[in-house]
């Protein structure tokens, strides 16, 4: 019996085309529902400008977004293997402004959603729309897969959650829990705990014995800052230890901080070459 449903928010049939792939292994082997949205995205342009002596309205195109809707499903079909028939492809026409809202409101409907990264060598702004649309208003977890996409184990036997005791890096953990379960083992990160924090005498024991009871195979590694980012603290020990996938909260700052400044998350994003189990 098909057990739940993942769904890719598809805004662009090259960039999204690992997501799909990985997607399409996960439903595989997991016989869930695979629903792949095509995104629209009718862009919103200014309210108006000077042509010469003459103030011109300018007016939303909503049929171009239909169109391009339907252009994406075209040429996302033919990535689907014609036995599958647990995959269904959807068309959207979302206006620009309202995507957090609209995206948020499709994807609430799925279990997780498969998500292809949302930096890289160049541009990528509806990737980084529909993410954040996903985690904050659908409030659902989002596997989050390099170029190319990846291979997900049914069972893995390595998984990596890096805990900084923050109620982002909690949601993250319960949504993967069925993931955790089958891991062979599931390694707690913590890198340079603040000791004025809580009860730092044994640095994720309570998380560890928290997963424990539900029956995952634990152990905790406490890190030193040893590099100047967390982020790249956490890529080298996922490296070493052969971690197939990241667990960790997502946005544990605001997003205008994290596109500023930067921070552990969008650093994650853009240079992590695992997938990333997000949720916050």
Do not use: W
């Given at each position: 019996m098909p057990r739940g449903t993942v769904a890719v928010l598809a805004t662009d049939a090259a960039l999204d085309r690992g997501a799909i792939a990985t997607a399409l292994a996960l439903t595989e082997t997991d016989e869930a529902h695979l629903d792949i949205h095509c995104l629209g995205i009718e862009s919103t342009p200014p309210d108006a400008y000077l042509a010469g002596p003459a103030l011109m309205l300018t007016m939303p195109d909503p049929e171009t977004a239909r169109e391009r809707?339907?252009?994406?499903?075209?040429?996302?079909?033919?990535?689907?293997?014609?036995?599958?028939?647990?995959?269904?492809?959807?068309r959207h026409h979302i206006r620009e402004g309202l995507i957090g809202h609209e995206v948020g409101r499709i994807a609430?409907?799925?279990?997780?959603?498969?998500?292809?990264?949302?930096?890289?060598?160049e541009a990528r702004p509806l990737q980084v729309a529909t993410l954040e649309a996903a985690l904050f208003t659908g409030?659902?977890?989002?596997?989050?897969?390099?170029?190319?996409?990846?291979?997900?184990?049914?069972?893995?036997?390595?998984?990596?959650?890096a805990w900084d005791d923050s109620r982002?890096?909690?949601?993250?953990?319960r949504a993967a829990l069925p993931m955790l379960r089958r891991a062979g083992c599931v390694d707690v990160v913590i890198v340079d705990p603040d000791v004025q924090v809580g009860d730092r005498s044994d640095p994720g024991g309570d998380l560890a014995l928290f997963l424990a009871r539900n029956g995952?195979?634990?152990?905790?590694?406490?890190?030193?800052?040893?590099?100047?980012?967390?982020?790249?603290?956490?890529?080298?020990?996922?490296?070493?230890?052969?971690a197939e996938a990241v667990v960790m909260g997502a946005y544990g700052h605001s997003r205008l901080r994290e596109q500023l400044f930067g921070g552990t998350t969008r650093e994650m994003l853009t240079a992590a070459r695992m997938p990333l189990i997000l949720a916050r």
């Open positions: 809707a339907r252009e994406l499903e075209a040429e996302i079909r033919p990535l689907i293997p014609a036995h599958r028939g647990n995959v269904q492809l959807h609430r409907l799925a279990d997780r959603i498969v998500a292809a990264a949302p930096y890289g060598p409030g659902l977890p989002v596997i989050v897969v390099p170029d190319g996409g990846a291979e997900i184990a049914p069972s893995p036997s390595r998984l990596m959650v982002e890096a909690m949601v993250a953990v995952v195979k634990v152990e905790v590694s406490v890190l030193a800052r040893s590099r100047f980012r967390v982020s790249e603290v956490l890529r080298r020990h996922a490296f070493d230890t052969g």
